[in-house]
């Protein structure tokens, strides 16, 4: 990755390289490596957790000139989604698609082992391969797969099964007590790579659409309004989940609109290059008769 | 003689407390383990342990996020506002760390300075603070560099000492500490003891000098590119505290609330022509840093920090005001 980071710089192929470095607290997260001398800043291990892909459409970040990203698998899904929605073109950036191991849970308890667990979502990961990347690094044998039927009943799907168990009235107090907790700091949605809307809804004051009252009738508008506009696009990464500080299990939100897409529509966002979004296209094929 | 007090004791205190309609606020375990500081009805799912580590900050049950201003009804051709209640509950807040009780006397002199805010100054008259002294700290602690310590009593009403054989040692700092645990605790000759202090490395007068010296210096905009601009630093720090107003319904009634704003967000200086003077995450740090550690203390003669760590803790970039600090400290030696 360092070799691959450092030939990109020294030929000019891209200015600045976004990848994952030790930062001064200990953890680690982005770093932007300009000059071929700092290369060694860069790290891959199993605390990559972080989505780098939502740097690409940050004007501080684009200021920095043509970008390199250390992706994984489901960050190079998401670049995927930015290139079929026309945000970026694909041949302005160049992706250093990283084979993953699956992430650590820094914020979890001990396994029985004394290890940190794996996000459960790494757990039941089809992606570990990056797909659509300029170059592929790591062992592609060592992925350690679940088979996507045996994924379907563990960790997040395990997690969010129990959710669909529930009775609706169930599942509304389940949803409104971790609700409460939000405070509308917006970390869901800085930290996305598909949010990346000039304008939020959130913030549209003239008028005003949603409350921007962190009461639960406005954490319910907001939560719910942001999960919808990711319906058919998110792609798992977990970023929205991992940057909440009222640790709401936003990601389930998310989860079950992707398998409504992949169920109704067989639509996988980010997987293919060249898909028309869910939302924004229709077959005259569909099984509702009102769109012909 | 020392005045002791056993967890289960303080667990029917609470519960006492709730069931004479006053208002308890403490740490509460989520599923997954973590804690949050939240209204409580019973003292089940309390988690009475003096090294917790809390996520969220006790300022908003001074400051709550959201918090109603006025009324307004809409008849014939007039308008007719009527004032929000002032908070008259009693509440208690208990498992507090020091550096976030010693967040409230930071905050005093700017709700009661050009303007007397009633909603602040009722709810800090009306609560009892029970802080715990710490039990360790972890590398995002700060508070030797900000004048605070873990057996600090600034701000708190009470502070309580682990015994480590599930009592507390209690020490009380004023008449609502006193009123409280009167007739509660039993003499002891065991006394408790604090956490070391984490290590002071910041010269804050050097920090502050940089800071007042380099508003355009491209340090803000370089060392901030990690950061995504969300708000949890601010709306987890214990001493932000900037605010919206909006009203809230339709044309012909509703309310005007006060909501938690932060300057880390785009939106909070864009003006209406479109400009925006922070247009740069880099500016929106600087105002951060800015604010705490050199236009703050300019105005009310203390550092708007206190060293908690909340901020860091909270990021998903683990940036945050130490690491900031840190960074200013390295260009301070380098002339």
């Known amino acids: 990755m360092r070799e691959t980071a450092g030939k990109l710089l020294a030929e000019g192929t891209v200015d600045v390289v976004i990848g994952y470095g030790r930062l001064e607290t200990g953890a680690v997260g982005a770093v932007f490596v300009t000059k071929v001398a700092d290369v060694d800043k860069l790290v891959w291990n199993d605390e990559c957790h972080q989505d780098l892909v939502v740097y690409l459409t940050r004007k501080e970040t684009k200021k920095l000139g043509r970008p390199a990203v250390v992706v994984k698998g489901c960050d190079a899904r998401a670049a995927v989604v930015l290139a079929n929605e026309s945000q970026i073109s694909l041949s302005d950036v160049y992706l250093i698609g990283m084979v993953c191991p699956g992430m650590k849970n820094t914020k979890a308890a001990n396994d029985a082992s004394g290890n940190l667990p794996l996000y459960d979502r790494c757990l039941t990961c089809q992606d570990r391969v990056p797909r659509h990347v300029n170059a592929v690094i790591g062992d592609e044998a060592k992925t350690n797969l679940l088979s996507p039927e045996e994924a379907a009943t563990k960790g997040n799907f395990a997690r969010l099964a129990k959710l669909r168990a529930m009775s609706p009235q169930e599942r509304l107090d389940w949803w409104s007590h971790e609700f409460s907790r939000c405070v509308k700091c917006y970390a869901c949605r800085q930290n996305c790579p598909l949010c990346y809307c000039n304008q939020c809804v959130a913030d549209k004051n003239r008028p005003v659409r949603i409350d921007t009252s962190s009461t639960l009738k406005g954490n319910f508008a907001w939560n719910i309004l942001r999960a919808f506009h990711l319906a058919g696009r998110c792609v798992g990464c977990g970023a929205c989940a991992n940057a909440c500080p009222a640790g709401i299990d936003l990601d389930l939100l998310n989860l079950t609109l992707a398998m409504t897409a992949e169920k109704e529509f067989g639509h996988v966002s980010g997987r293919e290059v060249g898909t028309a979004p869910l939302i924004g296209s229709f077959s005259e094929q569909d099984k509702e008769d009102f769109i012909r | ?197 984490p290590a002071k490395t910041l010269d804050l007068d050097a920090i502050r000098h940089w800071i007042d010296a380099h508003f355009n210096d491209p340090m803000w905009d370089e060392e901030t590119y990690r950061c995504v601009g969300c708000g949890a630093c601010t709306y987890s720090c214990p001493t932000c505290h900037c605010f919206d107003i909006v009203d809230e319904g339709s044309f012909a009634k509703g309310k005007r609330v006060k909501n938690w704003d932060s300057c880390q967000s785009a939106l909070f200086t864009l003006h209406a022509s479109g400009h925006n003077p922070r247009g740069t995450q880099g500016q929106r740090q600087r105002q951060r840093i800015s604010h705490k550690f050199s ?41």
């Open chain 2, 295 to 335: 236009i703050y203390p300019a105005k009310f003669k203390v550092f708007l920090c206190t060293g908690c760590g909340n901020c860091t803790r909270v990021c998903s970039t683990s940036l945050g005001v130490k690491p900031m600090l840190d960074k200013i400290a390295d260009k301070t030696k380098q002339k």
């Open chain 2, 1 to 197: 003689m020392s005045q002791i007090i056993t967890r289960e004791q303080l667990k029917s205190l609470i519960s006492e407390l709730v069931k004479a309609d006053t208002l308890v606020a403490a740490p509460v375990a989520t599923e997954k383990g973590t804690c949050f500081f939240q209204y409580v009805n019973e003292s089940a799912r309390v988690v009475l342990d003096a090294g917790t580590s809390v996520a969220n900050s006790i300022k908003e049950f001074f400051f709550p996020r959201h918090e109603e201003i006025c009324r307004f009804v809409r008849q014939a051709n007039d308008v007719v506002v009527t004032d929000a209640p002032v908070f008259d509950k009693r509440q208690v807040i208990f498992g507090v760390r020091p550096c976030e009780a010693s967040s409230l006397p930071v905050l005093d002199p700017l709700f009661a300075w050009d303007y007397q805010d009633r909603f602040y100054q009722s709810r800090r008259a009306n609560t009892t603070v029970v802080s715990f002294a710490c039990t360790h700290t972890d590398p995002h602690c700060f508070c030797s560099d900000m004048g605070g310590s873990p057996d600090n009593a600034s701000g708190s009403d009470a502070l309580l000492f682990d015994l480590g054989d599930g009592s507390f040692e209690v020490r009380t700092f004023s008449d609502k500490g006193k009123a409280l645990f009167e007739g509660r605790t039993s003499s002891s000759d065991r006394t408790g003891k604090a956490c070391e202090a």
